[in-house]
């Protein structure tokens, strides 16, 4: 006979939590979605005990995931902690029309100051992640149409 996993109290708490429907539903998520389960996962379930700039460890994801969480993947969780942490770090808040995750991931290796000021021209005026791309290409200096440095 198959035994059955015992949810602990826990695994009950980060259940009931606030979790947007688009997340317990295991559809696409809004940037603003996203930000918001980062921020449930950073400041309720971890209890802000964590650097900020360290994802929590994969392995206590995947437990979340398991015994909590099963409609999403451990790699939703990290994005959306992800989003968070960066929009955290930067001062940054939603709502945004034209933000999303893609941009923050595009932005992700420039100096913070770049990384505010090209996010507040996104939302601005309303980029896609490629005319971003085209503005980092800029910053970095010449690439060729792959993306690569010549």
């Known amino acids: ?52 700039n360290r994802s929590p460890k994969p392995s206590s994801l995947r437990k979340i995931q398991s015994n909590a969480l099963p409609e999403v993947s451990v790699s939703t969780l990290l994005r959306c902690i992800q989003v968070y942490e960066t929009c955290r770090t930067l001062g940054m808040k939603p709502p945004w029309t034209y933000v999303r995750a893609g941009h923050l991931f595009r932005v992700a290796n420039l100096p913070k100051t770049q990384q505010r000021t090209l996010l507040t021209r996104v939302e601005k005026e309303g980029w896609t992640v490629a005319r971003l791309q085209q503005e980092i290409d800029k910053l970095k200096g010449s690439r060729t149409p792959d993306g690569r440095r010549p």
Not at 30 to 36: F, I, L, Q, R
């Open 1 to 52: 006979m198959a035994q059955r996993r015992k949810t602990t109290p826990t695994d009950k708490n980060i259940r009931d939590l606030p979790w947007p429907d688009a997340f317990l539903q295991a559809q696409a998520l809004t940037t603003n979605d996203s930000y918001k389960v980062g921020q449930l996962l950073v400041e309720r379930v971890y209890e802000s005990r964590r650097d900020a």
